[in-house]
């Protein structure tokens, strides 16, 4: 029996945070938002690292899959790359992508540096600025000198955008000429980023942004490493990864990386970073601290440098993520959770190189991250995952995040115990939540935990105990299952095996959603009032492998639907045909009039609950065809049927020259890590063509090329530019064809491509790296993706 014992939790502190207006603020303990608490979901998405063409349907992607702020950086080299002429059009235009948040409904975290990172050359620096004999980052006048129009820049871009009083339409103007008194989405400002020892720095930078006319409700700084923070003026924000690009080439897993996955009182995490700290991180990793804790780097992914190229699983993310919100996270903020590209500037690469400093090469344009929404919109396995969570937190988060954390009696010995359950509960000492992680990366996986059982002691004595029956929690496995939760109608859910997902109003009842956990009996125990309103009756349901999904009616006012765990995975949220309904669907973007559904496969079934009679393709969607499927359980089940030959087309890649060998070996950077080749060098790499026909490339579609292939490092170039490159790292190498349609048919693709060499200081996962010099491409396919729309018929 696993036992912890919750308590009523302590007030929290108020008033010390020099911040908060409009609504928006923080205690010690939690954010709050018109008087409740508050539960922010972030995700970093970087305008100017994408076609604005892209940045709607990014947007909505992210809403979709339960982000509620978009955090960007403003990278400065990316604005002011020649001194004194500022560029915020196109890509560049952090105005029209702020309003665009507000006009998709999501709020904003701005990270307007000056120093930004994100593997940016110089950190985001111009070159003019990075080659001054100044002290940077610190208040060296003649630093702050060129800082100051920056700064003024910007707050010009987001003038009237920020979140300040709030429930008025009115404007007014300040003495900068700034419009304020509007409802705008920027909730938080960033300043600088991973800036340890000058807390005097990052109070100037908040002063100066201030007297530019920026009034963000929050400020927030990076705490990580050991970062001295001026007291109480900025929110600490931390994160947590579950690989290190930046750590050197040796085999296995990054050691830093293990904290995250036990639940713990640690915020901190001196690992990330570490190689551009000059001196080693101090301090205390745990801390009773003045603010609640929130982070804003809890990887999504993680991108490949060309010495060390991790592959992160979904559930390296997923099992991260949910261990940080049971060890009493209040912000959860990913990075990257939409993947991007560095681009070219109009004089340099914009990336991260040995060539500028820097202890690692990064790719020169692509920054997919791995992240749940690629580089170019990619779906990803982590996305579905996060977004089961979120669900949850868009759920449970305003009562979540009023109740603290607490650990059990037993917890694991130390980052090597993989015996110990890794358990908590977050509770206000009556109702919560028990956490559960029995997932780490693959390479030390846990095993199943058999005959477990938990025993939670409520704050005025009482005891609970769940499953009824001890179980087994299988290997990989990671959940939350709720306690004493308020139903409605005098209902409560006293226990449960099951995972609470969401709600929503169908007819005149609330019906809950939960989702079984793999390998566990699904139970609910729920105590409903008697019709005389008389004492309370106990009512227990056990739904038996293989009958979901199913509804189970609690009350005239409650019910409670019960999906697998699988179809979780599956589920969507989203107005349709005049009412809340939830989807169950492979891709989904819903409006009160369309789902629309990504194209991935020759047929796609989906579900709708409450059901619907016939729902149809919309008339210019032609070739797909829609048919009703018998229910299942209590969803309606539609198929979507398009051709096969319509989703991919099959390319040869032409061998025009074999490679002299692999990449030059070269030891460089600041720790001696493996160097990426240079121009120079690909000469004397393999060199491939592609080919295109205008059938190849449908218009109204994405094309997106995938390259299948085993090898080191290798770049497409269109009419002699590079387009993207890649260090393989046994993952798929995918290039967005579709904006370059004509060039391409007119010019081809020229791909140049180095073999592995087996003996070069780099780091690719052991089960797939080659024993011996290798280079090969295995397939190149264009793949169609376009969405049918679907209506009511």
Known sequence: MLHATVRLPEPPTTGQLRMGSAGIGANSQHLIRDGAGWLPVMGEYHFSRQDPGKWRTGLERMKQGGITVVSTYVFWHHHEERQGIFRWSGNRN????????????????????????????????????QALPIHHRSNDPGYLEHVRPFFAQISHQLSGLFHSIGGTSGTSTDGAGNTTGSTGPIVALQLDNELYDQPEHILTLKEMAQEFGMHAPLWTATAWGGAQLPADEVMPLYGGYPEAFWEDAHPGWARGSRKHYFFSH??????????????????????????????????????????????????????????KIGSGSTWQGYYMFHGASHGMGELSALQESQATGYPNDLPVISY????????????????????????????????????????????????????????????????????????????????AKEGIQFTIELADGGELTVPRNPTTIAAGAHFVWPFNLPLGDGATLLR???????????????CFVFSRTEGVDAEFEIALPTDDGGHLQTLQLTVPPGSSPVELPVSDRVCILLVDDQDALRLWTGEFAGASRIFLADSLLATDAVLR?????????????????????????????VKKLEDSGPFGMFSVDVSADSLATTLPAQLRK????????????????????????????????????????????????????????????LDGQVLSDNYWNGLSWDI?????????????????????????????????RPGHTTLEITDVSILHQGSIRLILA
């Open 496 to 510: 449960t095996t099951t995972q609470l997902i969401t709600s929503l109003p169908v007819g005149q009842r609330t």
């Open 368 to 447: 997919d991250f791995q992240a749940p929404l690629g580089e170019h919109g990619q779906l990803r396995e982590s996305y579905h995952r996060l977004r089961a969570q979120h669900l949850f937190l868009a759920e449970a988060g305003p009562d979540l995040a009023r109740m603290p954390m607490t650990l059990p009696e037993t917890i694991p010995a130390g980052l090597d115990d993989a015996e110990t359950l890794r358990w908590s509960v977050r509770s206000d000492g009556r109702a919560g939540f028990i956490f559960v992680n029995n997932h780490q990366p693959s390479t030390d996986a846990l095993a």
């Open 94 to 129: 952090l105005r029209a992508f702020v309003e665009l948040c507000a006009e998709v409904g999501l709020d904003a975290v701005v990270r307007i540096g000056p120093w930004a990172h994100g593997e940016a050359r110089n950190g985001g620096f111009p070159d003019w600025l």
């Open 736 to 768: 967005d064809l579709t904006e370059h349609r004509d060039e391409l048919l007119r010019h081809g693709l020229a791909i140049q491509a180095f073999p592995f060499n087996p003996d070069a200081p780099i780091y690719v996962d052991e089960s797939i």
């Open 266 to 323: 640690i915020r901190d995490d001196h690992s990330i970073g570490a190689d551009l700290r000059p001196t080693a991180a101090t301090g205390p990793e745990t801390e009773t601290a003045t603010a609640p804790f929130a982070t804003c780097e809890l990887g999504g992914g993680m991108p490949s440098a060309y010495h060390r190229r991790p592959i992160i699983p979904a559930s390296d993310v997923s099992a991260l993520a949910l261990t």
């Open 597 to 625: 559904l990504d194209v991935t496969a020759p047929r796609q079934d989906i579900g709708i609950y409450p059901p619907v009679d016939h729902v149809t393709a919309s008339p210019d969607q032609v070739g797909s065809t």
């Open 658 to 717: 074999a490679a002299a060998g692999p990449a030059p070996v070269r030891i460089g950077g600041t720790q001696n890590r493996a160097a990426a080749p240079v121009d120079a060098d690909y000469d004397h790499a393999a060199h491939f063509h592609l080919d295109f026909a205008a059938d190849q490339m449908p218009e109204g579609v994405q094309n997106l090329l995938r390259i299948t292939w085993t090898g080191d490092a290798a770049r497409a170039l």
